[in-house]
């Protein structure tokens, strides 16, 4: 059973806009969330990360927001740049239990210049 | 910094050999985790190493396995290889060495196995 679900393979942005990709989660116990990002011949590359207690974190560009009560989180890039183009892996944790990161299965983002 | 090597970076095996792929995680960091990537399977855990010592092990059967040295450093090791195995192994380290979900994972570049 996926406990990380990312239902959506591929989404294509305008540069200049916004991308928006989601994630979902079935664990009730995960209470760390974070978002890698993978280029080709790369290994994955840790982008923004946030911990239940919050329900929004920004870094720059990159703003993540967690909803509890539904179990979903969003990746929101704003705004969109034509290197940004790369498959975006949402992941999750229990880190009070001795639990390993779980992944989606990734979501590729193309941002069209 | 040095990051975490993996090697080799390609390799072409056939079915019914043996593999094995080397990591060296980052310079203090004290658990190695070892995630599997096919296409349309996202990243898939194998198994993580603290101290030498198998913390935790994914679905995977037993022809997967694992180890870590004393300075860190792991090797994972597939048997009787199947065409399904054919994947990017992608190796992951993280500090202080708390368990691997509590931390930020570091990832290497992966090693892809092609299995004819």
Known sequence: ?113 | KAGVTQTPRYLIKTRGQQVTLSCSPISGHRSVSWYQQTPGQGLQFLFEYFSETQRNKGNFPGRFSGRQFSNSRSEMNVSTLELGDSALYLCASSFPGGTAGANVLTFGAGSRLTVL
């Open chain 1, 1 to 113: 059973d996926q406990q990380v679900k990312q239902n959506s393979p591929s989404l294509s942005v305008q540069e200049g806009r916004i991308s928006i990709l989601n994630c979902d989660y079935t664990n009730s116990m995960f209470d760390y969330f974070l978002w890698y990002k993978k280029y080709p011949a790369e290994g994955p590359t840790f982008l923004i990360s946030i911990s239940s207690i919050k329900d929004k974190n920004e870094d720059g560009r990159f703003t993540v927001f967690l909803n509890k009560s539904a179990k979903h989180l969003s990746l929101h890039i704003v705004p969109s740049q034509p290197g940004d183009s790369a498959v975006y892996f949402c992941a999750a944790s229990a880190r009070s239990g001795n639990t390993p990161l779980v992944f989606g299965k990734g979501t590729r983002l193309s941002v069209i210049a």
